[in-house]
């Protein structure tokens, strides 16, 4: 059973930065693609950015995070990095660490983290 951890939410200002991490439990170069994902309690979970396995694809992000958010993957640390900057107040939720998926589409994802909360002031 694979276990993927969130961790690096918090609280800032607006136009402040964060770096959120997922560890993996298994080996992250065995899926063929990560994901991050976002919610607001009642709203339905986003994608926001996901990296398919070297040589088999690229980075996919969507356009309200274009230009400020970065995924990334270190596989020697089996983690998944999304570094969030230039943060905006519509940037509040819980986000969530996903693997083996297509996209930014949630409901193909097989393997969820708990989630970590990023919360931004104005």
């Known amino acids: 059973q694979v276990q993927l951890v969130e961790s690096g939410g918090g609280s800032v200002q607006a136009g402040g930065s964060l770096t959120l991490s997922c560890v993996s439990s298994g080996d992250t170069a065995r899926f063929n693609s990560m994901g991050w994902f976002r919610q607001v309690s009642g709203n339905k979970r986003e994608g926001v950015a996901s990296?398919?396995?070297?040589?088999?694809?690229?980075?996919y992000y969507a356009d309200s995070v274009k230009g400020r958010f970065t995924i990334s993957q270190d596989n020697a640390k089996n983690t998944v990095y999304l570094l969030m900057n230039n943060l905006k107040p519509e940037d509040t939720a819980m986000y969530y660490c996903?693997?083996?998926?297509?996209?930014?589409?949630?409901?193909?994802?097989?393997?969820w983290g708990q989630g970590t909360q990023v919360t931004v002031s104005a």
């Open positions: 996903a693997a083996e998926g297509a996209g930014l589409i949630a409901a193909t994802y097989d393997y």
């Open positions: 990296l398919y396995a070297a040589g088999a694809g690229g980075t």
